[in-house]
């Protein structure tokens, strides 16, 4: 029995059930080894010798293959079929060569597939061929460039841009694009503009919109209304004419269906309509290629085989009719620039079938299997047919015009199935329908309003228009687009806020440093041409270690080059670049630099020791003042509390300090010394400003607690002061003791002027609402026992409203129901859902242990060790970026979560893995 080799165990399962017992079908789980996360894994002396290592996971996989092709001496690898794929399956070869496995008589083959559905699989038997030498030649280039910029770079950054994590060959690129956007938006001055519009009718009655055109017989652009006076002059002019209809003009359109998907197609189109990142659509249709619902998923073809276009077009005729059926098949030319890799477009491997009927569970498999389904058919159906209508209407005297649009919708074809999604939204206009209007009719004015408008800023990147736009500049593969997006986030170059990327600070300090002394790698067009000779390499035409040499040739010398530069040198670069965004201009003119503190010393940008970046003063020691690296905050301009402290005076021959400490503003009195090393302090209540904190004020909070008197029943006294909750009242005999009761103020000051008389009110008040000292507090409603478990049930007073409770269980009342308004039934059922849902229901008590086995437990925990130890070394490893992944295969990424889980990587092996790594997808 031929023993078959696939990524991943689904996938095995799947294939298994196709081939029989004929076969035995094995998983691999994804790649089996990778260059090692250290220097001198690629020998860029030696000809670009590359030194691979088989991952300690992935021993115990190869070690099943080996064994079942003891008994089964023939080996079918059914990899992906891409350059991802073709790599997998000459590392397996490779590496089973290396071991003997694979002896001289062993035949090997190489078969692919683009769909996991029987016919396919089983005509792929049929014509078996050999791995494909430049596919795996792209791979090994494109795997030796990343590893030998991570390698390379990311030291260099380490040296000298503390708290850098790493940078990438297309990383760093894609990372690039997000910064200068954010820099377009903060250079960015909105322009103020009007424009006038009417709300109109027919004499029949029909109201619609129309929108000032004309004024003063010139044409109006844009910008023609500058502000409200010229906007309202419009207003009185299109107020004191009469209108008709100049002309009527309606003209036939048409809308044709998008292509069917491709990778990055997909990703934007998931983006948009889910909100699904790129990775999570890529997991999600892995899942449904595995279970032989969809085609490949990491393509950059659009064509459809024949007989799938047949397919689609006799379900389109099933389900919708023949008119929805254009006359001949619709042909999409693939945008692929390399014909080896480009494939098939994405699309269910049986079009009859949606996604209701396959009963998919899992709800985002369903979602997207619905989305490639309706695209696919939609790309086969006819046009949507419209009508675009613009009706002019003008004042007699021409001095004035309006303009109406509208389209109508004469048959919806392939709308009636799909309509792709904007990244922005569409203009007013484009789906509005206008009534019947007829040329020369008069138009009665029921409304003209100016409407105030602002030029927007360019938009932040999503992750879908993040894609698209690295597709258009031809950065990235399909198969790297997903990990790519997802790197810089988990670097924390990136950050995501409502589906938006926004740049950190430590991502802008990375882009400045790359932009300024290695320009060349970070530019577009040389990646993009790097990327096409990448191409040239699949396609046999480029030979890639000359690919190698030219590159290592260039690279290592501007690496060689940033050896002398000195730290200071680099930072004061950066400080030059990032000046409009670390120190914008200030509105009164002054010098944004200038040190808020002092007002000698210049602000910029530094690092400490312990890496990161932050603001501080030339002047430093003199001049202490920092603040977070970026853009100022508000109140950072003026200190209210310099760095030093700041003295408010003198009291009893002790200074009085105002400091900013951990955990907020605090006054001091006198100063830390060999003798006194915890001064008196007291915090400052948030409510009062940093500036309004005197001499007078400090004092009355270093006074606290503050003795209002003795109360007159008990003869104890009582104090006000502040605490970590607020001002609150204390019934003791000393300041400092615990017990006693206690009682809230209403407010701050009432700490400073309450007298005995209120104090004694809410200390009442306070034990009343307890019950008591130590008592239970009052119910609000009884409402008896519970019906099936016993127990009082009650409704009672809560600090954050009313609720219900029964023994242990406290479930909070709907918001807007009234404690008088609740029933038994009521209780009984919100008891019941708290206690599901915090697990607080009666359980039985669990059973003893059985006898215990000392024996038994050490050998498990022996057994345990060297595993935490290779999972050590993987997570290492999968932190330093190993081979380019389209993505990880299911049971590996398993194995790997739960290796990390048990044994975290070492911290030094961790630091160095994960800045060096260059990343798997870069």
Not at 210 to 219: C, D, F, W, Y
Request: include cysteine; glycine fraction near 6%; charge should be neutral.
């Amino acid at each position: 029995m031929p023993v078959v080799v696939v990524e991943s165990p689904a996938k095995a399962k799947t294939i298994n059930k196709y081939l029989g017992d004929n076969y035995t079908v094995l998983a691999s789980y994804g790649h089996v080894r990778d260059l090692p996360p250290k220097d001198g894994s690629v020998d860029t002396d030696h000809d670009f010798e590359m030194k691979w290592e088989v991952a300690a996971d992935s021993r115990k996989h190869v070690k099943a293959i080996v064994d079942a092709l003891k008994d089964d001496n023939a080996l079918i690898l059914a990899t992906d079929p891409d350059r991802e794929g073709e790599a997998i399956s000459w590392h397996l070869e490779e590496t089973l060569r290396g071991r003997k496995a694979i002896k001289k008589d062993t035949p090997v083959s190489r078969v692919v597939f683009n769909a996991i559905t029987k016919s396919a699989v089983t005509e792929a038997m049929k014509n078996p061929r050999q791995v494909d030498a430049p596919l795996v030649e792209a791979y090994l280039a494109r795997r030796a460039l990343d590893y030998l910029v991570g390698f390379n770079l990311s030291p260099v950054l380490w040296r000298k841009l503390p708290g850098a994590k790493s940078a990438g060959r297309v990383q760093s690129v894609c990372l690039r694009l997000i910064v200068e956007r954010e820099m377009e938006i903060e250079a960015f001055r909105a322009r103020e503009y009007w424009s006038v519009k009417a709300v109109l009718a027919t004499p029949r009655g029909q109201e619609y919109e129309a929108r000032l055109t004309m004024l003063a017989g010139e044409k109006l652009d844009k910008f023609s209304l500058t502000d409200a006076t010229a906007a309202e002059m419009a207003v009185q002019a299109v107020e004191s004419r009469d209108l008709a209809v100049a002309s009527v003009e309606a003209k036939p359109a048409s809308r044709n269906p998008s292509a069917p998907f491709m990778t990055s197609t997909l990703q934007q189109e998931a983006s948009r309509k889910f909100g699904m990142g790129a990775r999570a659509t890529m997991s999600t249709a892995q899942r449904l290629y595995e279970a032989g619902h969809i085609t490949y998923m990491r393509t950059d073809g659009i064509d459809m085989a024949p007989e799938a276009v047949h397919a689609a077009r006799d379900a389109i005729k099933d389900r919708y009719g023949d008119k929805y059926v254009p006359s001949s098949p619709r042909m999409y030319k693939n945008k692929a620039k390399n014909a080896q890799e480009a494939h098939e477009c994405i699309r269910p491997t049986d079009m009859a079938q949606d996604a209701a009927s396959l009963k998919i569970s899992d709800a985002d498999q369903r979602k997207l299997y619905d989305l490639i389904w309706k695209r696919t058919l939609a790309s086969q159906m006819e046009a949507a047919r419209m009508e675009r209508t613009t009706v002019t209407l003008a004042s007699a005297d021409r001095q004035v015009e309006l303009r109406a649009s509208g389209q109508v919708v004469l048959f919806d074809g392939f709308l009636k199935v799909y309509e792709e999604g904007r990244d922005e939204p569409a203009a007013e206009d484009d789906d509005r329908r206008l009534p019947q209007i007829s040329e020369g009719e008069p138009a009665e004015k029921r409304g003209v309003t100016p409407e105030q408008h602002f030029t927007q800023p360019p938009p932040r990147y999503t992750e879908a228009t993040l894609v698209k736009r690295m597709e258009e500049l031809g950065i990235g593969r399909p198969s790297t687009y997903a990990s790519i997006v997802t790197t810089i986030q988990d670097r924390e170059y990136v950050r995501k806020d409502k589906g938006r990327l926004i740049p950190e600070d430590k991502g802008r300090l990375v882009t400045a440093f790359l932009s300024n002394y290695f320009r060349r790698y970070v530019e577009y067009d040389f990646t993009a041409d790097l990327e096409n000779q990448l191409d040239h390499v699949s396609a046999g035409e480029t030979d890639w270690k000359e690919l190698l040499a030219r590159f290592w040739r260039d690279f290592s010398a501007a690496i060689a080059e940033t050896s002398e530069l000195r730290i200071t040198e680099v930072l004061e670069k950066i400080n030059e670049v990032l000046e409009p965004h670390l120190f914008p201009p200030k509105e009164d003119g002054t010098d944004p630099r200038l040190c808020p503190n002092c007002e000698a010393g210049r602000l910029s940008m530094r690092t400490a020791r312990s890496g990161g970046a932050f603001i501080g003063c030339s002047n430093y020691p003199e001049c202490r003042f920092t603040r977070p690296f970026g853009p100022p905050l508000e109140g950072d301009a003026a200190p209210a509390i310099p760095p030093e402290g700041k003295m408010l005076g003198e009291d009893q021959g002790d200074p009085i300090w105002l400091h900013d400490g951990r955990f907020g503003p605090y006054v001091q009195r006198g100063v830390v010394t060999e003798e006194v090393k915890k001064p008196p302090r007291q915090s400052v209540p948030r409510d009062w400003p940093l500036e309004t904190v005197d001499l007078e004020k400090a004092l009355m909070l270093l006074n606290l607690p503050r003795e209002v008197g003795t109360h007159p029943e008990d003869g104890v006294k009582v104090w006000a002061t502040i605490g970590r909750y607020g001002p609150y009242l204390k019934h003791n005999d000393e300041p400092a003791a615990r017990g006693g009761s206690t009682a809230p103020l209403p407010e701050l000051d009432d700490v400073f002027t309450i007298g005995m008389n209120r104090a004694v009110e809410l200390l009442a008040q306070k034990a009343s609402s307890r019950g008591g000292r130590g008592q239970a507090a009052k119910p609000l409603r009884e409402l008896g026992e519970h019906p099936a478990e016993g127990g009082a049930i009650n409704v009672m007073e809560g600090r954050y409203g009313p609720y219900v409770k029964w023994e242990k269980v406290n479930a909070t009342l709907p918001k807007g129901t009234e404690p008088e308004a609740v029933t038994m039934e009521m209780a009984v059922e919100l008891i019941a859902e708290k206690a599901a849902k915090k697990g607080t229901r009666k359980k039985a008590a669990p059973k003893k242990a059985a006898a215990k086995k000392p024996a038994a437990k050490k050998p498990a925990a022996k057994k345990a060790a060297p595993k935490k130890a290779a999972a050590t070394k993987s997570s290492a490893k999968k932190a330093a970026g190993g081979a380019e992944t389209s993505e990880p295969a299911e049971g590996k990424t398993a194995q790997k979560k739960t290796a990390a889980r048990k044994a975290p990587a070492k911290k030094t092996a961790a630091k160095k893995a994960d800045g060096a790594s260059g990343d798997p997808q870069d």
